[in-house]
C-alpha cells in the first residue's frame, strides 16, 4: 500500500480500532453501493486515502472517512478504493432478465435464481486479463513490480542480498501466482441482468425470437441484493465495458469487466463465490420470488393466448406476479 496517502485522522482510527475481518453481506453491500463516498457525511473520500468499513452502536453497516470515524463501534477492514472500479448501482434501477418459457417454468419450479459458472457462458473472454497479442506487455508490467518490491525492503530492514537471477526468479513465481489467482475468475458464479428502465427489442430478438415465446423478468437492483442477503461473499455490481486494445481487465474485479463491443447488454451481474478445487458448473440460490420479481412481461411475439398461460402458470406454482403484456408491439399512429 506504499501508494497510500495516509494522513494523521487515518492512523488516529487504526490507533483506536483494529481491524475484525467481519465482512457482513449487508457491509459488503454498502462497501460496493458506497464505492468511494462516506455513508454518513455523503463526502467523496479522497483518492489514495483509505475508507473504513465497519459497524455502529446498532450494528448497522456503514462506510466512513476519517472525519467519521467516531461512529464506527467496529472496524471491519480498512477499504483502498483508488483504483478499484465502481460497481455501484442506483438501488431502485429496474432490471431485466430475459429467458425462454421453460427456464422461466424452471426458475419456479426451483423457487430461486440459478447461477452459472462464468466459463460456461459462451463468451472466451469472461475472466480475460486482456487480449492475447498483449500478454507479453502485461506479464512485462507486472515482472517489473515484483522484481521492484523483491529487492525494496520495508523502512528500517536491511537490503536485499539476491543475485540478478534469483531476483528474476522470485518475480515470475509471483508473476505465476498472480495469474493463478487471478484466471480463478472463470470459476465464478454469475447470475446476468439487463440494467434498462424500459424493454430492450434487442434482448427480446436474442433471447426470446419469434417462434420461442418467452418472458421478461423485471427487478431492480434492491431486490437483487435482497435475493442474495443469504449469501455471505454475494456481490451485485455494473458491468465495464472496455477497449481491450488499449486496456486490461482490472485484476479480481475482471468478472465485471467485458469487451466494448458488448456494451449494448448493459449487463448487472450477481456474482457469488466457487469451490475452486472442485468447482460447480452452477447453483442455485433460493429466494422468496415474490420478493424478488417486481413484474412479468410477455414476449411481443408470443401468440395472444400465451399471457393466460404465463398467467396461470404463475399461479399454479403459488406466486402472485404481476403480468404484462409488452410494449414493443403496441401500433403507431400517423
Known sequence: ?????????????????????????????????????????????????????????????????????????????????????????????????????????????????????????????????????????????YLDFFKDAVITPPPGYPPVKKTEVEVDQEAARLLDQLKTGYSRARDLLVSCWHMNDVESEALWQIYCSPGAPGVAVRTNAERLWGATRNEQNANVGKVHYIDFTKRFASGDQRIYCKRSSLAHEREVRAVLPNDFAKPLNGRLVPCDLNDLVEQVVVSPYAPPWFQSVVEETISKFGYSVPVAASEIEEAPFY
Open 1 to 141: 500500500m506504499s501508494d497510500i496517502n495516509f494522513e494523521d485522522k487515518d492512523r488516529d482510527v487504526f490507533r483506536r480500532l483494529k481491524s475484525s475481518g467481519r465482512i457482513s453481506s449487508g457491509l459488503r453491500r454498502v462497501m460496493t453501493q458506497q464505492h468511494n463516498r462516506c455513508s454518513i457525511c455523503g463526502k467523496l473520500i479522497e483518492d489514495k486515502r483509505p475508507a473504513f468499513a465497519g459497524y455502529d452502536c446498532a450494528g448497522s453497516p456503514l462506510l466512513a472517512c476519517a472525519d467519521c470515524s467516531d461512529t464506527l463501534k467496529e472496524l471491519a477492514t480498512p477499504v483502498y478504493w483508488s483504483g478499484t472500479l465502481d460497481l455501484s448501482i442506483d438501488e431502485k434501477q429496474a432490471l431485466w432478465r430475459y429467458m425462454d418459457f421453460s427456464k422461466f417454468v424452471a426458475m419456479l419450479q426451483q423457487g430461486g435464481l440459478y447461477f452459472t459458472r462464468a466459463a460456461s457462458f459462451s463468451d472466451p473472454f469472461e475472466g480475460a486479463a486482456g487480449i492475447a497479442s498483449r500478454e507479453i506487455a502485461w506479464n512485462r508490467h
